[in-house]
């Protein structure tokens, strides 16, 4: 052991196990990115494949509303529905086994829901408008709202799967530096030791085992993970949102929609929600309806200008929902949603979202769907009433 070219062959050997694991660590950092990549993309075609059918479902009933034109609506459904179908076919050929099956339900559903445009279509034809809002609001309704959830459950499916293969390559790489830790820390051991020459002095005691289990040589503890938080499954959120749809469509003066916005503020787990409508020339924002805020402080919020620089003049102007990302120990994390109606974006929906949520596509599209519903409620209700419910 004394010999310099054994030291140098047990030090190459150490340095061979850490080059090893390395290498190991490399490859796998470079498949987990790629694993992103792809999870990341997936995520991206289902959000759009849900947004394309929920526009295919609002377009359709616009058919039969009040005021409405089928030339406008119809071409929207048209290319709505071949956007569905561009991102379902995205979806299919990136999908995993676990993803599969619920992406071909939702094909299925889509083509169930070109079906139904057709029949409609051709009940406005014939000028049967009672027949053809009955379809719509069946058999329509029905295979788009079974297409959503069908690509929402792949979306959920296919994270798992994206989850359950982080989990592997992190064991495979814990392993790959356990390995080359444990042969270093052997081959240190062995060059550390020396024999004892004989001398003429009395032998030494012998090393304590205290001292052999010293915390320098003992292996360090693998931290614990965080216990996760349980979270809503997929079928009590949709259950949640469809009732919230149906009291919003009850609402019928501001103590209602007081108390459904005040729900929908749960929903999102948000500490509070602000309605912001735009004024008739649509120069500024006022905020007209709150939740989570006290009468005071909504009455002190001065009107904001459309060019303002922040989210939701942000989310006015553009037409598009806005993250503000929350600073720890400074601010909470925010979600701007526009509403919209036939003639533009008309006002928005600001949420303050707890425990950084609002980086989270389900509170997102929640946020997406309740200012959907409030374009259709807000914006009936006169500007007296409005201003009234601004003042206390």
């Given at each position: 052991?004394?010999?310099?070219?054994?030291?140098?062959?047990?030090?190459?050997?150490?340095?061979?196990?850490?080059?090893?694991?390395?290498?190991?660590?490399l490859n796998s950092e470079q498949h987990l990115k790629q694993l992103?990549?792809?999870?990341?993309?997936?995520?991206?075609?289902?959000?759009?494949?849900?947004?394309?059918?929920?526009?295919?479902?609002?377009?359709?009933?616009?058919?039969?509303?009040?005021?409405?034109?089928?030339?406008?609506?119809?071409?929207?459904?048209?290319?709505?529905?071949?956007?569905?179908?561009?991102?379902?076919?995205?979806?299919?050929?990136?999908?995993?086994?676990?993803?599969?099956?619920?992406?071909?339900?939702?094909?299925?559903?889509?083509?169930?829901?070109?079906?139904?445009?057709?029949?409609?279509?051709?009940?406005?034809?014939?000028?049967?408008?009672?027949?053809?809002?009955?379809?719509?609001?069946?058999?329509?309704?029905?295979?788009?709202?079974?297409?959503?959830?069908?690509?929402?459950?792949?979306?959920?499916?296919?994270?798992?799967?994206?989850?359950?293969?982080?989990?592997?390559?992190?064991?495979?790489?814990?392993?790959?530096?356990?390995?080359?830790?444990?042969?270093?820390?052997?081959?240190?051991?062995?060059?550390?030791?020396?024999?004892?020459?004989?001398?003429?002095?009395?032998?030494?005691?012998?090393?304590?085992?205290?001292?052999?289990?010293?915390?320098?040589?003992?292996?360090?503890?693998?931290?614990?993970?965080?216990?996760?938080?349980?979270?809503?499954?997929?079928a009590e959120t949709f259950k949640t949102v469809a009732t919230l749809?149906?009291?919003?469509?009850?609402?019928?003066?501001?103590?209602?929609?007081?108390?459904?916005?005040?729900?929908?503020?749960?929903?999102?787990?948000?500490?509070?929600?602000?309605?912001?409508?735009?004024?008739?020339?649509?120069?500024?924002?006022?905020?007209?309806?709150?939740?989570?805020?006290?009468?005071?402080?909504?009455?002190?919020?001065?009107?904001?200008?459309?060019?303002?620089?922040?989210?939701?003049?942000?989310?006015?102007?553009?037409?598009?929902?806005?993250?503000?990302?929350?600073?720890?120990?400074?601010?909470?994390?925010?979600?701007?949603?526009?509403?919209?109606?036939?003639?533009?974006?008309?006002?928005?929906?600001?949420?303050?979202?707890?425990?950084?949520?609002?980086?989270?596509?389900?509170?997102?599209?929640?946020?997406?769907?309740?200012?959907?519903?409030?374009?259709?409620?807000?914006?009936?209700?006169?500007?007296?009433?409005?201003?009234?419910?601004?003042?206390?």
């Open positions: 052991m004394r010999s310099s070219a054994f030291r140098f062959t047990i030090g190459a050997a150490a340095w061979i196990a850490i080059g090893v694991a390395g290498y190991l660590l992103s990549t792809s999870a990341r993309a997936f995520d991206q075609h289902a959000r759009e494949a849900i947004d394309a059918f929920a526009e295919v479902r609002m377009a359709q009933q616009a058919y039969v509303a009040a005021g409405q034109g089928i030339g406008f609506w119809m071409p929207k459904v048209t290319a709505s529905s071949e956007l569905a179908d561009t991102a379902l076919d995205a979806l299919r050929s990136s999908a995993g086994a676990a993803a599969r099956g619920p992406i071909d339900q939702a094909v299925e559903s889509s083509k169930e829901l070109a079906t139904v445009e057709r029949r409609v279509r051709e009940y406005l034809k014939a000028s049967q408008q009672l027949m053809a809002g009955d379809v719509i609001f069946t058999e329509g309704t029905q295979a788009a709202t079974a297409a959503m959830r069908q690509v929402e459950t792949a979306r959920q499916a296919e994270a798992q799967s994206f989850d359950a293969s982080v989990a592997n390559l992190r064991k495979q790489e814990a392993i790959a530096l356990g390995a080359a830790a444990a042969v270093a820390l052997l081959i240190v051991l062995v060059l550390a030791f020396k024999p004892r020459e004989k001398v003429d002095l009395p032998e030494p005691a012998p090393v304590s085992i205290a001292h052999a289990s010293s915390p320098a040589e003992q292996p360090r503890p693998r931290p614990q993970a965080p216990p996760s938080v349980p979270e809503p499954t997929i749809a149906t009291d919003f469509g009850r609402v019928r003066d501001l103590d209602d929609l007081s108390l459904v916005l005040g729900r929908a503020a749960e929903t999102m787990d948000a500490s509070g929600v602000m309605v912001w409508m735009g004024t008739a020339g649509g120069g500024e924002l006022r905020p007209v309806l709150a939740h989570g805020y006290s009468a005071d402080v909504l009455a002190r919020i001065p009107p904001v200008p459309r060019s303002a620089d922040n989210a939701a003049a942000k989310a006015f102007r553009s037409g598009t929902l806005q993250i503000v990302l929350a600073r720890p120990g400074k601010s909470t994390g925010a979600v701007v949603a526009p509403i919209l109606s036939a003639d533009g974006c008309i006002g928005a929906l600001s949420a303050e979202i707890r425990h950084g949520a609002e980086t989270s596509e389900t509170t997102q599209a929640l946020a997406t769907m309740f200012a959907a519903h409030l374009s259709t409620v807000v914006a009936q209700t006169p500007e007296a009433d409005q201003q009234a419910a601004a003042q206390g």
